[in-house]
Protein backbone atom coordinates (compact mmCIF):
# COMPACT_ATOMS: atom_id res chain seq x y z
CA UNK A 1 0.00 0.00 0.00
CA UNK A 2 1.27 3.55 -0.75
CA UNK A 3 2.02 6.38 1.52
CA UNK A 4 -1.16 8.25 0.21
CA UNK A 5 -3.10 5.51 0.76
CA UNK A 6 -1.94 4.60 4.37
CA UNK A 7 -2.18 8.17 5.35
CA UNK A 8 -5.97 8.70 3.34
CA UNK A 9 -6.58 5.46 6.04
CA UNK A 10 -4.98 7.74 8.78
CA UNK A 11 -7.55 10.61 8.40
CA UNK A 12 -10.44 8.58 8.01
CA UNK A 13 -9.61 6.80 11.11
CA UNK A 14 -9.13 10.17 12.74
CA UNK A 15 -12.22 11.50 10.55
CA UNK A 16 -14.34 8.42 12.79
CA UNK A 17 -13.40 10.02 16.09
CA UNK A 18 -15.84 12.60 14.80
CA UNK A 19 -18.61 10.45 14.42
CA UNK A 20 -18.33 10.31 18.48
CA UNK A 21 -16.62 13.29 18.99
CA UNK A 22 -14.91 14.87 21.77
CA UNK A 23 -14.19 19.07 21.70
CA UNK A 24 -12.13 19.18 24.79
CA UNK A 25 -9.43 20.36 23.15
CA UNK A 26 -6.09 20.19 24.92
CA UNK A 27 -3.47 22.49 24.56
CA UNK A 28 -0.54 20.94 22.52
CA UNK A 29 2.14 19.71 24.75
CA UNK A 30 5.96 21.43 24.78
CA UNK A 31 9.11 19.33 24.37
CA UNK A 32 11.45 21.77 22.85
CA UNK A 33 10.17 24.94 24.60
CA UNK A 34 10.35 24.91 28.85
CA UNK A 35 6.67 24.82 29.86
CA UNK A 36 6.71 27.66 31.71
CA UNK A 37 8.84 29.80 28.90
CA UNK A 38 6.66 33.25 27.96
CA UNK A 39 7.71 35.30 24.72
CA UNK A 40 9.19 38.92 26.64
CA UNK A 41 12.05 39.61 24.65
CA UNK A 42 14.42 38.29 21.76
CA UNK A 43 17.40 37.33 23.90
CA UNK A 44 15.32 34.66 25.28
CA UNK A 45 14.21 33.37 21.99
CA UNK A 46 17.30 33.11 20.19
CA UNK A 47 18.92 30.27 21.75
CA UNK A 48 16.29 27.57 20.73
CA UNK A 49 16.71 29.18 16.75
CA UNK A 50 20.50 28.75 17.07
CA UNK A 51 20.03 25.30 18.52
CA UNK A 52 17.76 24.28 15.41
CA UNK A 53 19.84 26.02 12.67
CA UNK A 54 23.05 24.52 13.91
CA UNK A 55 21.51 21.04 15.31
CA UNK A 56 23.01 18.25 12.91
CA UNK A 57 20.08 15.35 10.82
CA UNK A 58 21.58 12.52 10.44
CA UNK A 59 18.78 10.48 9.71
CA UNK A 60 15.01 10.79 8.40
CA UNK A 61 13.62 10.46 12.14
CA UNK A 62 16.12 12.87 13.55
CA UNK A 63 14.70 15.14 10.53
CA UNK A 64 11.01 14.71 11.78
CA UNK A 65 12.40 15.20 15.11
CA UNK A 66 13.76 18.38 13.80
CA UNK A 67 10.91 19.50 12.08
CA UNK A 68 8.69 19.09 14.95
CA UNK A 69 10.70 21.19 17.51
CA UNK A 70 10.64 23.81 14.59
CA UNK A 71 6.49 23.67 14.52
CA UNK A 72 6.90 23.88 18.28
CA UNK A 73 8.52 27.32 18.74
CA UNK A 74 6.25 28.52 15.93
CA UNK A 75 3.36 27.43 17.66
CA UNK A 76 4.45 29.68 20.74
CA UNK A 77 4.99 32.46 18.85
CA UNK A 78 2.17 32.49 16.70
CA UNK A 79 -0.29 32.43 19.82
CA UNK A 80 1.88 34.96 21.71
CA UNK A 81 1.66 37.48 19.06
CA UNK A 82 -2.36 36.55 18.35
CA UNK A 83 -3.12 37.40 22.01
CA UNK A 84 -0.94 40.44 21.60
CA UNK A 85 -3.30 41.93 18.80
CA UNK A 86 -6.68 40.23 20.58
CA UNK A 87 -6.06 42.24 23.59
CA UNK A 88 -5.24 45.38 21.59
CA UNK A 89 -8.10 44.78 19.44
CA UNK A 90 -10.20 44.13 22.30
CA UNK A 91 -9.29 47.56 23.74
CA UNK A 92 -7.82 50.21 21.51
CA UNK A 93 -7.23 52.97 23.91
CA UNK A 94 -5.08 51.02 25.90
CA UNK A 95 -1.97 51.99 25.22
CA UNK A 96 0.21 49.43 26.98
CA UNK A 97 -1.67 46.80 24.94
CA UNK A 98 -0.83 48.63 21.76
CA UNK A 99 2.67 48.93 22.94
CA UNK A 100 2.96 45.07 23.57
CA UNK A 101 2.46 44.43 19.83
CA UNK A 102 4.84 46.73 18.27
CA UNK A 103 6.85 45.60 20.86
CA UNK A 104 6.38 42.40 19.30
CA UNK A 105 6.43 43.81 15.57
CA UNK A 106 9.13 45.99 15.88
CA UNK A 107 11.63 44.20 18.24
CA UNK A 108 10.60 40.46 18.31
CA UNK A 109 9.57 39.65 15.01
CA UNK A 110 12.19 41.35 12.47
CA UNK A 111 14.56 38.84 14.53
CA UNK A 112 12.76 35.81 13.57
CA UNK A 113 12.69 36.25 9.90
CA UNK A 114 16.84 35.85 8.93
CA UNK A 115 16.16 32.44 11.45
CA UNK A 116 13.00 31.73 9.50
CA UNK A 117 14.78 31.86 5.99
CA UNK A 118 17.64 29.89 7.31
CA UNK A 119 15.66 27.03 9.08
CA UNK A 120 13.58 26.98 5.51
CA UNK A 121 16.98 26.38 3.49
CA UNK A 122 18.27 24.00 5.77
CA UNK A 123 15.16 21.86 5.53
CA UNK A 124 15.10 22.28 1.73
CA UNK A 125 19.02 21.14 1.61
CA UNK A 126 18.94 18.20 3.80
CA UNK A 127 18.95 14.65 1.81
CA UNK A 128 16.26 13.19 3.85
CA UNK A 129 13.72 15.35 2.26
CA UNK A 130 13.11 13.04 -0.51
CA UNK A 131 12.45 10.66 2.06
CA UNK A 132 9.37 12.38 3.63
CA UNK A 133 5.67 11.59 2.13
CA UNK A 134 5.38 13.43 -0.60
CA UNK A 135 1.44 13.59 -0.45
CA UNK A 136 1.79 15.12 2.73
CA UNK A 137 4.62 17.22 2.70
CA UNK A 138 3.54 18.60 -0.88
CA UNK A 139 1.81 21.80 0.07
CA UNK A 140 4.06 22.14 2.67
CA UNK A 141 7.44 22.19 0.95
CA UNK A 142 6.02 24.05 -2.04
CA UNK A 143 5.12 27.05 0.78
CA UNK A 144 9.00 26.65 2.06
CA UNK A 145 10.11 26.89 -1.40
CA UNK A 146 8.43 30.15 -2.00
CA UNK A 147 9.00 31.69 1.18
CA UNK A 148 12.74 31.25 0.39
CA UNK A 149 12.43 33.08 -3.25
CA UNK A 150 10.81 35.91 -1.83
CA UNK A 151 12.40 36.74 1.22
CA UNK A 152 14.87 39.38 1.41
CA UNK A 153 16.61 41.07 3.94
CA UNK A 154 15.67 44.68 3.00
CA UNK A 155 12.10 44.03 3.70
CA UNK A 156 12.12 42.97 7.53
CA UNK A 157 12.14 46.53 9.07
CA UNK A 158 9.81 47.17 6.02
CA UNK A 159 7.27 44.51 7.05
CA UNK A 160 7.44 45.45 11.11
CA UNK A 161 6.87 48.94 10.10
CA UNK A 162 3.83 47.86 8.36
CA UNK A 163 2.33 45.49 10.08
CA UNK A 164 2.64 48.46 13.46
CA UNK A 165 1.07 51.09 10.68
CA UNK A 166 -2.01 48.88 9.76
CA UNK A 167 -3.19 48.52 12.72
CA UNK A 168 -3.71 52.13 13.42
CA UNK A 169 -6.64 51.83 10.96
CA UNK A 170 -8.41 49.48 13.94
CA UNK A 171 -6.93 53.02 16.59
CA UNK A 172 -9.02 55.22 14.52
CA UNK A 173 -12.10 53.62 13.61
CA UNK A 174 -12.35 52.39 16.66
CA UNK A 175 -12.88 55.95 18.25
CA UNK A 176 -15.55 56.72 15.75
CA UNK A 177 -19.09 57.15 17.34
CA UNK A 178 -21.92 58.93 16.65
CA UNK A 179 -24.83 60.43 19.02
CA UNK A 180 -28.71 60.00 18.22
CA UNK A 181 -31.53 61.02 20.33
CA UNK A 182 -28.70 62.24 22.74
CA UNK A 183 -27.49 58.71 23.60
CA UNK A 184 -23.55 57.81 21.87
CA UNK A 185 -23.35 55.28 19.44
CA UNK A 186 -20.82 52.93 17.95
CA UNK A 187 -20.96 53.04 14.34
CA UNK A 188 -21.83 49.51 13.95
CA UNK A 189 -24.44 50.25 16.85
CA UNK A 190 -25.75 52.62 14.59
CA UNK A 191 -26.17 50.50 11.81
CA UNK A 192 -29.02 49.40 13.61
CA UNK A 193 -31.00 53.05 12.77
CA UNK A 194 -30.51 52.38 9.00
CA UNK A 195 -33.43 49.39 9.18
CA UNK A 196 -35.97 51.60 10.53
CA UNK A 197 -39.20 52.34 8.45
CA UNK A 198 -38.94 56.36 9.17
CA UNK A 199 -37.31 57.18 6.12
CA UNK A 200 -36.15 60.74 7.88
CA UNK A 201 -34.09 59.38 10.80
CA UNK A 202 -32.51 56.62 8.24
CA UNK A 203 -31.26 59.54 6.46
CA UNK A 204 -30.06 61.55 9.24
CA UNK A 205 -28.51 58.49 11.13
CA UNK A 206 -27.19 58.15 7.34
CA UNK A 207 -25.23 61.36 7.32
CA UNK A 208 -24.17 61.30 11.27
CA UNK A 209 -22.81 57.87 10.19
CA UNK A 210 -20.84 59.60 7.10
CA UNK A 211 -20.38 62.82 8.25
CA UNK A 212 -17.97 60.93 11.73
CA UNK A 213 -16.21 58.80 8.82
CA UNK A 214 -15.38 62.35 6.99
CA UNK A 215 -13.61 63.46 10.04
CA UNK A 216 -11.20 61.03 9.32
CA UNK A 217 -10.86 60.89 5.76
CA UNK A 218 -7.55 62.89 5.26
CA UNK A 219 -5.64 60.77 8.09
CA UNK A 220 -7.00 57.07 6.57
CA UNK A 221 -5.56 58.74 3.44
CA UNK A 222 -2.16 59.91 4.77
CA UNK A 223 -1.76 56.34 6.07
CA UNK A 224 -2.40 54.89 2.92
CA UNK A 225 -0.19 56.77 1.09
CA UNK A 226 2.47 54.95 3.54
CA UNK A 227 1.00 51.75 3.55
CA UNK A 228 1.29 51.67 -0.53
CA UNK A 229 4.65 53.22 -0.47
CA UNK A 230 6.27 50.60 1.84
CA UNK A 231 4.49 47.62 0.11
CA UNK A 232 5.56 48.65 -3.14
CA UNK A 233 8.94 48.76 -1.91
CA UNK A 234 8.97 45.24 -0.68
CA UNK A 235 7.64 44.27 -4.25
CA UNK A 236 10.74 46.09 -5.78
CA UNK A 237 13.33 44.02 -3.12
CA UNK A 238 12.10 41.07 -4.06
CA UNK A 239 12.15 41.52 -7.72
CA UNK A 240 8.41 42.25 -8.78
CA UNK A 241 7.08 44.88 -10.84
CA UNK A 242 4.41 45.75 -8.55
CA UNK A 243 2.85 44.68 -5.03
CA UNK A 244 0.28 43.23 -6.99
CA UNK A 245 2.22 40.14 -8.44
CA UNK A 246 4.07 39.82 -5.13
CA UNK A 247 1.72 39.30 -3.24
CA UNK A 248 -0.36 36.72 -5.77
CA UNK A 249 2.61 34.94 -5.03
CA UNK A 250 3.58 35.68 -1.38
CA UNK A 251 -0.36 34.32 -0.62
CA UNK A 252 0.32 31.19 -2.16
CA UNK A 253 -2.39 31.33 -5.36
CA UNK A 254 -0.74 27.88 -6.60
CA UNK A 255 -4.29 27.58 -7.97
CA UNK A 256 -5.42 30.57 -10.19
CA UNK A 257 -4.17 33.65 -11.77
CA UNK A 258 -4.69 37.23 -12.38
CA UNK A 259 -6.22 36.52 -14.82
CA UNK A 260 -9.21 34.59 -13.49
CA UNK A 261 -9.50 37.53 -11.17
CA UNK A 262 -10.44 39.65 -14.10
CA UNK A 263 -12.65 36.92 -15.66
CA UNK A 264 -14.36 36.46 -12.50
CA UNK A 265 -15.07 40.16 -12.01
CA UNK A 266 -16.62 40.02 -15.68
CA UNK A 267 -18.55 37.27 -14.53
CA UNK A 268 -20.19 38.69 -11.58
CA UNK A 269 -20.97 42.28 -13.86
CA UNK A 270 -22.39 40.05 -16.50
CA UNK A 271 -24.29 37.66 -14.40
CA UNK A 272 -24.90 38.90 -10.50
CA UNK A 273 -25.43 42.76 -10.47
CA UNK A 274 -28.32 42.27 -12.82
CA UNK A 275 -29.76 40.02 -10.19
CA UNK A 276 -28.93 42.11 -7.21
CA UNK A 277 -30.82 45.45 -9.48
CA UNK A 278 -33.64 43.12 -9.26
CA UNK A 279 -33.66 42.50 -6.00
CA UNK A 280 -33.20 46.22 -5.32
CA UNK A 281 -35.89 47.44 -7.88
CA UNK A 282 -38.25 45.13 -5.43
CA UNK A 283 -37.40 46.51 -2.90
CA UNK A 284 -37.92 50.00 -3.60
CA UNK A 285 -41.63 48.81 -4.59
CA UNK A 286 -41.99 47.18 -1.01
CA UNK A 287 -40.97 50.81 0.41
CA UNK A 288 -43.32 52.47 -1.83
CA UNK A 289 -40.35 55.02 -3.00
CA UNK A 290 -39.54 56.90 -6.14
CA UNK A 291 -36.09 56.00 -5.85
CA UNK A 292 -33.70 54.26 -3.99
CA UNK A 293 -30.58 55.80 -2.04
CA UNK A 294 -27.90 54.00 0.01
CA UNK A 295 -29.99 54.54 3.46
CA UNK A 296 -32.90 52.73 1.97
CA UNK A 297 -30.61 49.13 1.55
CA UNK A 298 -31.77 47.60 4.91
CA UNK A 299 -34.73 49.82 5.56
CA UNK A 300 -37.78 47.76 6.29
CA UNK A 301 -41.66 48.59 4.90
CA UNK A 302 -44.22 50.50 7.09
CA UNK A 303 -45.18 48.85 10.29
CA UNK A 304 -42.54 46.36 9.90
CA UNK A 305 -39.73 46.55 12.47
CA UNK A 306 -36.78 45.15 11.88
CA UNK A 307 -35.57 41.97 13.69
CA UNK A 308 -34.10 41.70 16.71
CA UNK A 309 -33.01 38.03 16.87
CA UNK A 310 -31.44 38.74 19.93
CA UNK A 311 -30.44 41.19 23.12
CA UNK A 312 -26.99 41.13 24.06
CA UNK A 313 -23.79 38.83 23.27
CA UNK A 314 -24.66 36.40 26.07
CA UNK A 315 -28.10 35.50 24.48
CA UNK A 316 -26.41 35.39 21.01
CA UNK A 317 -23.72 32.72 22.23
CA UNK A 318 -26.41 30.68 24.36
CA UNK A 319 -28.63 30.49 20.60
CA UNK A 320 -25.56 29.86 18.66
CA UNK A 321 -24.51 27.29 20.56
CA UNK A 322 -27.87 25.40 20.53
CA UNK A 323 -27.90 25.86 17.02
CA UNK A 324 -24.48 24.75 16.39
CA UNK A 325 -25.80 21.24 18.23
CA UNK A 326 -28.08 20.52 16.29
CA UNK A 327 -26.71 20.69 13.25
CA UNK A 328 -24.28 18.16 15.30
CA UNK A 329 -23.29 17.53 18.59
CA UNK A 330 -19.35 17.84 18.34
CA UNK A 331 -19.89 21.69 16.89
CA UNK A 332 -21.87 23.08 20.08
CA UNK A 333 -19.01 21.61 22.17
CA UNK A 334 -16.78 23.25 20.31
CA UNK A 335 -18.36 26.81 20.93
CA UNK A 336 -19.18 25.39 24.85
CA UNK A 337 -15.10 24.83 25.09
CA UNK A 338 -14.54 28.04 24.08
CA UNK A 339 -16.90 29.40 25.89
CA UNK A 340 -15.40 27.87 29.44
CA UNK A 341 -12.22 29.30 28.21
CA UNK A 342 -13.65 32.86 27.79
CA UNK A 343 -12.76 32.69 24.33
CA UNK A 344 -15.47 35.72 23.41
CA UNK A 345 -15.45 39.09 22.96
CA UNK A 346 -19.14 39.71 21.58
CA UNK A 347 -20.63 42.84 21.82
CA UNK A 348 -19.97 46.39 20.34
CA UNK A 349 -18.78 48.98 22.40
CA UNK A 350 -16.75 52.24 21.88
CA UNK A 351 -12.84 51.55 22.06
CA UNK A 352 -13.34 48.49 20.33
CA UNK A 353 -11.67 47.76 16.80
CA UNK A 354 -14.67 47.25 14.06
CA UNK A 355 -15.00 43.90 12.64
CA UNK A 356 -15.23 40.41 13.11
CA UNK A 357 -12.58 37.91 13.22
CA UNK A 358 -11.95 33.66 14.71
CA UNK A 359 -8.35 33.74 15.71
CA UNK A 360 -6.84 30.96 15.33
CA UNK A 361 -4.48 29.71 18.41
CA UNK A 362 -1.80 27.44 17.72
CA UNK A 363 -1.14 25.83 21.33
CA UNK A 364 -4.14 25.98 22.70
CA UNK A 365 -6.40 25.23 19.83
CA UNK A 366 -9.76 26.69 20.90
CA UNK A 367 -9.87 29.98 19.01
CA UNK A 368 -10.70 33.17 20.13
CA UNK A 369 -13.60 35.16 18.46
CA UNK A 370 -13.81 38.98 18.34
CA UNK A 371 -17.30 40.73 17.01
CA UNK A 372 -19.31 43.70 17.59
CA UNK A 373 -22.69 42.48 17.88
CA UNK A 374 -25.35 44.97 18.17
CA UNK A 375 -28.68 42.89 18.52
CA UNK A 376 -28.95 42.64 14.30
CA UNK A 377 -29.89 39.57 11.85
CA UNK A 378 -26.11 40.24 10.46
CA UNK A 379 -24.97 39.99 13.86
CA UNK A 380 -26.48 36.01 13.68
CA UNK A 381 -25.12 35.46 10.27
CA UNK A 382 -21.51 36.90 11.20
CA UNK A 383 -21.51 34.38 14.38
CA UNK A 384 -21.82 31.37 12.08
CA UNK A 385 -19.59 32.63 9.99
CA UNK A 386 -16.87 33.00 13.18
CA UNK A 387 -18.28 29.99 14.50
CA UNK A 388 -17.40 28.12 11.04
CA UNK A 389 -14.14 29.44 11.52
CA UNK A 390 -13.76 27.88 14.96
CA UNK A 391 -14.39 24.62 13.98
CA UNK A 392 -11.82 24.61 11.22
CA UNK A 393 -9.71 25.18 14.32
CA UNK A 394 -10.67 22.12 16.36
CA UNK A 395 -10.59 20.18 13.08
CA UNK A 396 -7.46 20.63 12.23
CA UNK A 397 -5.83 21.01 16.02
CA UNK A 398 -4.65 17.59 16.00
CA UNK A 399 -2.43 17.82 12.45
CA UNK A 400 1.41 17.12 13.66
CA UNK A 401 2.97 20.26 12.04
CA UNK A 402 1.69 24.09 12.43
CA UNK A 403 2.52 24.61 8.73
CA UNK A 404 -0.40 21.63 7.97
CA UNK A 405 -2.98 23.83 10.00
CA UNK A 406 -2.14 27.22 7.39
CA UNK A 407 -4.77 26.49 5.48
CA UNK A 408 -5.51 28.78 2.45
CA UNK A 409 -8.31 31.42 3.25
CA UNK A 410 -10.15 30.00 0.03
CA UNK A 411 -10.50 27.09 2.40
CA UNK A 412 -11.01 28.75 5.62
CA UNK A 413 -13.96 31.05 4.01
CA UNK A 414 -15.49 28.02 2.75
CA UNK A 415 -16.00 26.53 6.31
CA UNK A 416 -17.38 30.09 7.88
CA UNK A 417 -19.63 30.59 4.66
CA UNK A 418 -21.08 26.90 4.15
CA UNK A 419 -21.49 27.42 7.61
CA UNK A 420 -24.06 30.39 7.32
CA UNK A 421 -26.12 28.48 4.86
CA UNK A 422 -26.03 25.33 7.00
CA UNK A 423 -27.05 26.93 10.48
CA UNK A 424 -30.31 28.44 8.79
CA UNK A 425 -31.96 25.15 9.11
CA UNK A 426 -31.79 26.40 12.99
CA UNK A 427 -32.99 29.83 13.08
CA UNK A 428 -35.47 29.22 14.26
CA UNK A 429 -33.75 29.66 17.99
CA UNK A 430 -32.98 32.99 17.12
CA UNK A 431 -36.82 34.34 15.52
CA UNK A 432 -39.88 32.00 16.94
CA UNK A 433 -41.98 34.16 14.42
CA UNK A 434 -42.19 31.86 11.14
CA UNK A 435 -42.47 35.04 9.10
CA UNK A 436 -39.70 36.72 11.05
CA UNK A 437 -37.41 33.34 10.13
CA UNK A 438 -38.70 33.17 6.16
CA UNK A 439 -37.46 37.17 6.51
CA UNK A 440 -34.07 36.27 7.93
CA UNK A 441 -33.67 33.11 5.17
CA UNK A 442 -34.48 35.41 2.45
CA UNK A 443 -31.95 38.07 3.78
CA UNK A 444 -29.60 35.54 4.04
CA UNK A 445 -29.83 34.56 0.56
CA UNK A 446 -29.78 37.79 -0.86
CA UNK A 447 -26.65 39.12 0.78
CA UNK A 448 -24.95 35.95 -0.64
CA UNK A 449 -25.63 37.36 -3.94
CA UNK A 450 -25.72 40.95 -3.03
CA UNK A 451 -22.11 40.14 -1.69
CA UNK A 452 -20.64 39.72 -5.09
CA UNK A 453 -20.59 43.14 -6.47
CA UNK A 454 -19.15 44.43 -3.75
CA UNK A 455 -16.24 41.72 -3.50
CA UNK A 456 -15.84 42.37 -7.44
CA UNK A 457 -15.21 46.16 -6.53
CA UNK A 458 -12.96 46.01 -4.01
CA UNK A 459 -10.50 43.18 -5.78
CA UNK A 460 -10.36 45.55 -9.03
CA UNK A 461 -9.30 48.30 -7.17
CA UNK A 462 -6.55 46.96 -5.41
CA UNK A 463 -5.48 45.75 -8.46
CA UNK A 464 -5.56 49.25 -9.80
CA UNK A 465 -3.94 50.33 -6.71
CA UNK A 466 -0.86 48.31 -6.74
CA UNK A 467 -0.35 48.20 -10.49
CA UNK A 468 -0.80 52.40 -9.97
CA UNK A 469 1.31 53.05 -7.00
CA UNK A 470 2.37 56.64 -8.11
CA UNK A 471 -1.28 58.59 -7.77
CA UNK A 472 -3.13 61.47 -6.03
CA UNK A 473 -5.58 61.45 -3.59
CA UNK A 474 -7.70 62.89 -6.52
CA UNK A 475 -7.03 59.98 -9.12
CA UNK A 476 -7.18 57.55 -6.87
CA UNK A 477 -10.86 58.49 -5.86
CA UNK A 478 -11.77 58.93 -9.45
CA UNK A 479 -10.31 55.01 -9.71
CA UNK A 480 -12.65 54.19 -6.80
CA UNK A 481 -15.54 55.87 -8.40
CA UNK A 482 -15.38 54.55 -12.18
CA UNK A 483 -14.76 51.07 -10.35
CA UNK A 484 -17.21 51.43 -7.85
CA UNK A 485 -19.94 52.21 -11.28
CA UNK A 486 -18.90 49.73 -12.75
CA UNK A 487 -20.17 47.06 -10.37
CA UNK A 488 -23.00 48.64 -8.42
CA UNK A 489 -26.41 48.45 -9.20
CA UNK A 490 -27.82 51.49 -11.51
CA UNK A 491 -30.80 51.81 -9.27
CA UNK A 492 -29.37 52.98 -6.08
CA UNK A 493 -28.84 56.85 -6.37
CA UNK A 494 -26.10 58.79 -5.19
CA UNK A 495 -26.79 62.53 -6.19
CA UNK A 496 -26.00 64.63 -3.20
CA UNK A 497 -23.94 61.77 -1.64
CA UNK A 498 -21.07 61.88 -3.89
CA UNK A 499 -18.60 63.06 -0.99
CA UNK A 500 -19.53 60.07 0.76
CA UNK A 501 -19.62 57.55 -1.95
CA UNK A 502 -15.75 58.86 -2.81
CA UNK A 503 -14.54 57.71 0.37
CA UNK A 504 -16.95 54.28 0.62
CA UNK A 505 -13.56 51.87 0.17
CA UNK A 506 -11.98 53.28 3.72
CA UNK A 507 -14.68 51.04 5.49
CA UNK A 508 -13.01 48.50 4.24
CA UNK A 509 -10.18 47.37 6.49
CA UNK A 510 -8.81 44.33 4.44
CA UNK A 511 -7.50 47.37 2.11
CA UNK A 512 -5.77 48.70 5.41
CA UNK A 513 -4.85 45.79 7.38
CA UNK A 514 -4.32 42.36 4.64
CA UNK A 515 -4.19 43.69 0.83
CA UNK A 516 -5.31 41.06 -1.42
CA UNK A 517 -7.46 38.86 0.98
CA UNK A 518 -10.57 39.76 -0.42
CA UNK A 519 -11.55 37.74 -3.40
CA UNK A 520 -10.90 34.35 -1.33
CA UNK A 521 -14.51 35.44 -0.17
CA UNK A 522 -16.17 35.24 -3.61
CA UNK A 523 -14.50 32.28 -4.56
CA UNK A 524 -15.58 30.80 -1.23
CA UNK A 525 -19.46 32.26 -1.84
CA UNK A 526 -19.60 30.29 -4.86
CA UNK A 527 -18.16 27.17 -2.86
CA UNK A 528 -20.43 27.51 0.02
CA UNK A 529 -23.21 27.86 -2.17
CA UNK A 530 -22.27 24.54 -3.76
CA UNK A 531 -21.94 23.02 -0.08
CA UNK A 532 -25.47 24.02 0.53
CA UNK A 533 -26.87 22.84 -2.95
CA UNK A 534 -25.42 19.34 -1.57
CA UNK A 535 -26.55 19.61 2.04
CA UNK A 536 -29.90 20.06 0.46
CA UNK A 537 -29.91 16.91 -1.42
CA UNK A 538 -27.51 14.74 1.45
CA UNK A 539 -27.57 16.42 4.95
CA UNK A 540 -25.26 14.16 6.64
CA UNK A 541 -23.28 13.06 4.07
CA UNK A 542 -22.30 17.02 3.47
CA UNK A 543 -21.20 17.42 7.06
CA UNK A 544 -18.98 14.63 6.93
CA UNK A 545 -17.72 15.72 3.67
CA UNK A 546 -17.31 19.31 5.32
CA UNK A 547 -15.54 17.75 8.30
CA UNK A 548 -13.33 15.45 6.55
CA UNK A 549 -12.43 18.45 4.18
CA UNK A 550 -11.88 20.82 7.41
CA UNK A 551 -9.45 18.42 9.37
CA UNK A 552 -6.95 18.30 6.20
CA UNK A 553 -6.21 21.48 6.98
CA UNK A 554 -3.27 22.57 4.21
CA UNK A 555 -2.00 19.00 3.69
CA UNK A 556 -3.78 19.05 0.24
CA UNK A 557 -4.08 21.23 -2.33
CA UNK A 558 -6.78 23.65 -2.43
CA UNK A 559 -8.24 21.95 -5.58
CA UNK A 560 -8.15 18.62 -3.61
CA UNK A 561 -9.40 20.34 -0.09
CA UNK A 562 -13.01 21.34 -2.52
CA UNK A 563 -13.02 17.67 -3.84
CA UNK A 564 -12.97 16.26 -0.46
CA UNK A 565 -15.87 18.27 0.85
CA UNK A 566 -17.68 17.31 -2.38
CA UNK A 567 -17.73 20.34 -4.61
CA UNK A 568 -15.22 21.88 -7.28
CA UNK A 569 -12.98 24.07 -6.68
CA UNK A 570 -14.44 26.48 -9.80
CA UNK A 571 -15.15 30.04 -10.35
CA UNK A 572 -16.15 30.44 -13.81
CA UNK A 573 -18.92 32.57 -15.54
CA UNK A 574 -20.71 29.02 -15.94
CA UNK A 575 -20.67 28.56 -12.35
CA UNK A 576 -21.32 31.90 -11.41
CA UNK A 577 -24.50 31.90 -13.51
CA UNK A 578 -25.81 28.45 -12.21
CA UNK A 579 -25.36 29.20 -8.70
CA UNK A 580 -27.18 32.72 -8.91
CA UNK A 581 -30.17 30.26 -10.96
CA UNK A 582 -30.06 28.04 -8.12
CA UNK A 583 -30.67 30.65 -4.92
CA UNK A 584 -33.08 32.57 -6.85
CA UNK A 585 -35.16 29.27 -7.14
CA UNK A 586 -34.51 28.69 -3.37
CA UNK A 587 -35.72 32.14 -2.86
CA UNK A 588 -39.11 31.02 -4.70
CA UNK A 589 -39.05 28.13 -2.45
CA UNK A 590 -38.96 29.83 0.98
CA UNK A 591 -41.76 32.62 0.06
CA UNK A 592 -43.63 29.47 -1.76
Known amino acids: MDNYSCYNLFLHSKFQTYMNPNADIKKIERHFIPTNFMVTNWETLKPFFDELVEREIASLPALEKWLQDVSEIQAVISEDACWRQIKMTCDTENKELEEAFTFFCMEIEPNIKPFADSLNKKLMASPFIKELDKNLYFTYLRSVEKDIKLFNEKNIAISAEINVLAQQYGVITGKMSVTI ?17 DRNKREQVYHKVNERRQVD ?23 FENYRDYKFEELGRFDYTVKDCEDFHASIKKYITPIVEELYEHKRKQLGLGELKPYDI ?16 EELLAKSIEAFTNLRPYFGDCLRKMKAL ?9 GKAPGGYNCPLAETGAPFIFMNAAGTADDVVTMMHEGGHALHSFLSHDLSLSAFKEYPMEMAELASMSMELFSMDEWHLFYANERELKRAKAEELERALSIFPWIATID ?4 WIYTNPIHSHEERTLAWLQIHEEFAPKNISWTGLEKYRSILWQ ?13 EYGIAQLGALAMWKQYKNDKEKTLDNYMLALSKGYTQ ?7 TAGISFDFSANNVNALSEFVQDEMKVIFG
Open 181 to 197: EGKEYTLQQAAKFLMLS
Open 217 to 239: EVALNNMFDDLLAKRHQIAVNAG
Open 298 to 313: DAEPEGQKPLEPFKNG
Open 342 to 350: NQFDLDSRK
Open 460 to 463: KFQH
Open 507 to 519: KQLHLFEVPFYYI
Open 557 to 563: TLKDLYQ
